[in-house]
Each structure stands twice: as structure tokens, then as C-alpha cells.
């Protein structure tokens, strides 16, 4: 596996064609960022949302040249990652799930929040599951590690439908019928979806200590503590290592 110098340039020119959803020519596309589960900020159509520890707040970025500062509005505390999905925001804190519409971009409204016990908080979710892991940890306090299955059918009453025990999560992502969680130290473990409320643990991949992931088509980018690990997902339960950009 070959390494790269210049990694950190590299890195950050990938991470903003993919916040940018560059296309394979280079132009840009405002529709969808493409961002991982522990990320503070996103795209959604025009515009970019961006959570610090207590504000939602709320970018114009139709001119990407000239982003515009629309609005900001308290969402709470401790608020940790933010995740897009169609026509809602995802936002997770160190105490719970909130959901929030889209149906005025410049100004979401919360539609539904559950609460869980203090930890760290990445969220990833579609139209009616949402997934959530929570971690121990000095920042974050609490006192589990465990995956959070919540059925998001009715976004004004997130419920939680089941738990699963982890080591140390961290990030995590899905594709079609494959979830991704990172357990840092432990490696990377694939779960199959088959029934999305009821995950089953496939198998583990221990070569890096993984922190977060982003699939983008047929590729799934791992964010591990020596730089980036690529995989192949055309067979999202079957990823298959092509390469790496490492320090």
C-alpha cells in the first residue's frame, strides 16, 4: 500500500470535493455533502449546516463563492454531529437524538428528540430508522457502549427499538443493506440489514484504529489514525480493501 507525503493536502481536497459533491469532471454540486457521522456541518441543497456546542446555525451557499449567514437558533447542549437525510436534519448531543424539518431550509423547525444516557453521540438515518452509537469516554462521560436502533417512521416520536452491545464505537455509515461502525482500537465491524431494527454482526476488520467512514457510490472512505483506507462496496457486505492514504 503505497503512502503519500503530502497527505494532508490530499485529505483535505478529498474532503471538500466530497463536501461539495464534486462530479467526476470537477464541477460542483450543491444538491447532497457527503459527510460522515461525526461531522459538525452539512450541506443540504443551497444551503450549509453548522452545530457548535449549542447553535444550529444556518449558511446561504447558492453563490458558493459568497455564503451568506442566514440565521442561528439554540437547539441545546453539548450538541455533538449533525447528519442530513432528504428533507431532515439529524442532530445528535452528549444527551440525546434530535430531528429536525427542512421544510423551510433557512429556518429547520424540531419536529421530534429522544433522550438517551450521557455519551458521545454520531447519528446516520434514513426514512425510518435511525442509528446511533455512544461511547464512553472522558469527554463524553457516560457509561456504555452500544448502538441505538430508533424507529424515525413518525419524526415527532422518535422511539428506541433496540440496543447492541460495542467495545468502543465511534463513526459509522451505511450502504443498501450494510451498516459500518467503527470501534476504534477494535477495528471496523460490518453489519448486515437485512432487517434494519434487528442488525446481525457479519465480521470485523482489524488492520487500523477506525475513527469514521463516508460511503460515496461504490466506495466506502475510512477515516483510521495513520490517514484513509479506501474500500470497494459494489457488494456493500463484502468490502474489499483497495487502498490507502497513510502517514
Known amino acids: 500500500m503505497a503512502k503519500i507525503s503530502k497527505y494532508s493536502i490530499i485529505t483535505k481536497l478529498t474532503l471538500l470535493c466530497l463536501f461539495f459533491s464534486c462530479t467526476k469532471d470537477g464541477a460542483y454540486s450543491s444538491a447532497n455533502g457527503a459527510g460522515g457521522s461525526l461531522a459538525r ?3 443540504s441543497g443551497n444551503y450549509l449546516y453548522i452545530v457548535d456546542n449549542q447553535q444550529l446555525n444556518v449558511f446561504d451557499i447558492s453563490d458558493p463563492g459568497n455564503p451568506a449567514f442566514r440565521t442561528s437558533q439554540q437547539i441545546g447542549f453539548e450538541i455533538e454531529t449533525i ?32 433522550t438517551h444516557v450521557r455519551a458521545c453521540d ?3 438515518a434514513n426514512d425510518s430508522v435511525a442509528y446511533v452509537t455512544l461511547r464512553t469516554g472522558v469527554t463524553c462521560g457516560g457509561y456504555q457502549n452500544i448502538l441505538n436502533i430508533y424507529n424515525v417512521s413518525n419524526p ?12 468502543s464505537p465511534y463513526g459509522l455509515a451505511y450502504s443498501q443493506n450494510a451498516l459500518f461502525v467503527c470501534e476504534g482500537e477494535n477495528g471496523m465491524v460490518v453489519f448486515s440489514l437485512a432487517d434494519p431494527y434487528n442488525p446481525k454482526r457479519l465480521k470485523e476488520l482489524r488492520n487500523e484504529f477506525y475513527y469514521d467512514v463516508i460511503p460515496y457510490n461504490e466506495m466506502l472512505i475510512c477515516f483510521v489514525s ?6 470497494d ?3 456493500p ?10 502517514r
Open 83 to 114: 447528519y442530513p437525510h432528504k428533507d431532515k436534519l439529524f442532530i445528535g448531543s452528549a444527551n440525546g437524538l434530535y430531528v429536525y424539518s427542512l421544510s423551510n431550509p433557512e429556518s429547520p423547525v424540531q419536529e421530534g428528540a429522544i
Open 226 to 231: 495513520h490517514g484513509i483506507l479506501l474500500y
Open 233 to 235: 462496496i459494489s457488494e
Open 122 to 124: 454520531p447519528v446516520v
Open 41 to 43: 456541518y452539512t450541506i
Open 237 to 246: 457486505l463484502v468490502p474489499v480493501l483497495l487502498s490507502g492514504i497513510l
Open 156 to 167: 415527532n416520536y422518535p422511539s428506541l427499538v433496540r440496543t447492541v452491545d460495542l467495545k
